[in-house]
């Protein structure tokens, strides 16, 4: 089993805080925006009192969450360790308690996958993943998951990623998160200029072209391998669009505008 890593500081580690946390920011989510059959979102994942309330955006949204069995979770990997693309068959743990991984499901994603290898050294210290866990716990308690880590994230492999995920999910069955921040300690201005630019790239569904630019302008995006996979799963489920539902930054939790984390809330409706 993965046990819970960053309890205690990215989220409480205390159930019923934690629990009082979330329907705090789900409710809030729910007063403002409408649910929506999906077949992914994008959530970041800093600590939750920067960006739970973005997150809860997306979950709160997608109408068909509450119905999935399985939950495809994609995250950068931050540490280092692990093998290029690497997806868990261990269960995961979160302090509402165990969810248990579709190892049936993901053993046939990695084989339609030419890049992916079983591997846990990749999950063992990774928050990217972690920290969604808890939302989806909150909304489907019988949810199992699968969380594939993807250290390379160029385009090939986040095609090769989707590519998978098309030729093994059903989208009445199942949904796709991808995790990351956007723009990494930029001043605000400079920040928001180009995730701007990012989620036009990513509503218009163009992975490609928005890896392009990513590389050309320096986008500072740390889950951009996740985001272009969903996008390759999204399109070949024939969804035309993805939707911005938010978009905030650290600057308005902090105080501090000079280096602000961006974070943004996306979904792909049907």
Same mark, same amino acid.
């Given at each position: 089993?993965?046990?819970?890593?960053?309890?205690?500081?990215?989220?409480?580690?205390?159930?019923?805080?934690?629990? #009082?946390?979330?329907?705090? =920011?789900?409710?809030? &989510?729910?007063? %403002?925006? *409408? !649910?929506?059959?999906?077949?992914? @979102?994008?959530?970041?994942?800093?600590?939750?009192?920067?960006?739970?309330? #973005?997150?809860?955006?997306? =979950?709160?949204?997608? &109408?068909?969450? %509450?119905? *999935? !069995?399985?939950?495809?979770?994609? @995250?950068?990997?931050?540490?280092?360790?692990?093998?290029?693309?690497?997806?868990?068959?261990?269960?995961?743990?979160?302090?509402?308690?165990?969810? %248990?991984?579709?190892?049936?499901?993901?053993?046939?994603?990695?084989?339609?996958?030419?890049?992916?290898?079983?591997?846990?050294?990749?999950?063992?210290?990774?928050?990217?993943?972690?920290?969604?866990?808890?939302?989806?716990?909150?909304?489907?308690?019988?949810?199992?998951?699968?969380?594939?880590?993807?250290?390379?994230?160029?385009?090939?492999?986040?095609?090769?990623?989707?590519?998978?995920?098309?030729?093994?999910?059903?989208?009445?069955?199942?949904?796709?998160?991808?995790?990351?921040?956007?723009?990494?300690?930029?001043?605000?201005?400079?920040?928001?200029?180009?995730?701007?630019?990012?989620?036009?790239?990513?509503?218009?569904?163009?992975?490609?072209?928005?890896?392009?630019?990513?590389?050309?302008?320096?986008?500072?995006?740390?889950?951009?391998?996740?985001?272009?996979?969903?996008?390759?799963?999204?399109?070949?489920?024939?969804?035309?669009?993805?939707?911005?539902?938010?978009?905030?930054?650290?600057?308005?939790?902090?105080?501090?505008?000079?280096?602000?984390?961006?974070?943004?809330?996306?979904?792909?409706?049907?």
């Amino acid at each position: 089993m993965r046990t819970m890593v960053v309890a205690g500081a990215f989220y409480p580690a205390e159930k019923n805080e934690l629990g #009082i946390m979330l329907d705090a =920011y789900l409710a809030k &989510a729910r007063a %403002k925006y *409408s !649910e929506l059959e999906a077949v992914g @979102g994008v959530c970041p994942h800093a600590g939750y009192i920067y960006s739970g309330e #973005i997150a809860a955006i997306t =979950y709160a949204s997608i &109408a068909n969450l %509450k119905k *999935s !069995e399985t939950i495809v979770i994609l @995250g950068p990997n931050h540490t280092g360790y692990g093998n290029p693309i690497s997806i868990s068959l261990q269960d995961w743990e979160t302090p509402f308690g165990i969810v %248990k991984c579709n190892n049936e499901l993901a053993k046939k994603i990695h084989a339609n996958s030419k890049l992916m290898d079983f591997d846990e050294n990749a999950h063992a210290r990774e928050h990217s993943i972690e920290v969604q866990i808890p939302f989806i716990q909150k909304i489907n308690p019988n949810a199992k998951l699968v969380c594939i880590c993807m250290m390379n994230q160029d385009y090939e492999s986040a095609k090769d990623v989707g590519n998978a995920l098309v030729k093994t999910l059903d989208t009445k069955k199942h949904l796709v998160i991808a995790s990351s921040d956007f723009s990494h300690y930029l001043p605000v201005n400079i920040a928001e200029k180009k995730d701007k630019s990012a989620l036009e790239y990513i509503e218009a569904m163009d992975s490609k072209t928005f890896q392009r630019a990513l590389e050309k302008y320096d986008w500072s995006i740390c889950g951009y391998g996740p985001i272009s996979a969903l996008i390759e799963y999204a399109k070949a489920k024939e969804i035309k669009k993805g939707k911005t539902l938010a978009y905030t930054n650290s600057g308005k939790v902090s105080g501090d505008f000079f280096a602000v984390v961006g974070y943004s809330s996306i979904i792909f409706p049907k």
